[in-house]
């Protein structure tokens, strides 16, 4: 009895702490969800002014503004969307990462593959959560 006793507070200790990691870490997740930063850092930005994505397909991005979304994009490739298929997902991103990566190198036609992968509705129709 008494050792038993002993062996379920010792298993409800080890839950607890589990429990407590678990919910730690869904919290880290949500302060950083590299989807909404990628979002916030280039396709959107102050009034008046263009976001990095629509200088990136006019060619004008600065090579330190691509290498920054090249990473972007991949750390959105290795995450999850709130919503749609992971597979379809990933290669929505590649796409994005790689056209990137040809603007980043100077490739011809790379501006054009980029606003095709960048396109705002194909993505956000599957992926983003309609509003509330
Ligand atoms: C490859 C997919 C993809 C593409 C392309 C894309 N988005 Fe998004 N975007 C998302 C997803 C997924 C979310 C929802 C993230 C969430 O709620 O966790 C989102 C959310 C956003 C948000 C809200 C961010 C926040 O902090 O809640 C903005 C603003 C945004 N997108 C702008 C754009 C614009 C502008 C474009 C086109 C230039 C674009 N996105 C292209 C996938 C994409």
Redesign the pocket.
């Known amino acids: 009895m008494k050792e038993s006793t002993q062996t379920a507070l010792r298993a409800a200790a080890v839950l607890g702490v589990a429990f407590g990691l678990c919910v730690t870490g869904l919290t880290a997740a949500d302060a950083k969800?590299p989807?909404?930063d990628?979002?916030?850092k280039y396709?959107?930005a102050p009034k008046g002014t263009d976001?990095t994505?629509?200088k990136a397909g006019a060619g004008q991005a600065s090579k330190e503004e691509l290498a920054g979304m090249v990473a972007a994009?991949k750390a959105?490739c290795a995450s999850k969307?709130?919503?749609?298929d992971q597979a379809n997902?990933v290669k929505?991103?590649s796409?994005?990462a790689n056209a990137t990566a040809s603007l980043e190198k100077g490739d011809a036609g790379a501006a054009d593959k980029y606003k095709a992968?960048?396109?705002?509705?194909?993505?956000?129709d599957e992926?983003?959560?309609a509003k509330k």
């Open positions: 969800n989807i909404k990628a979002m916030q396709h959107k976001p994505c629509k994009y959105m969307p709130p919503q749609g997902w929505l991103c796409a994005l992968a960048v396109n705002c509705k194909t993505c956000h992926f983003r959560p």
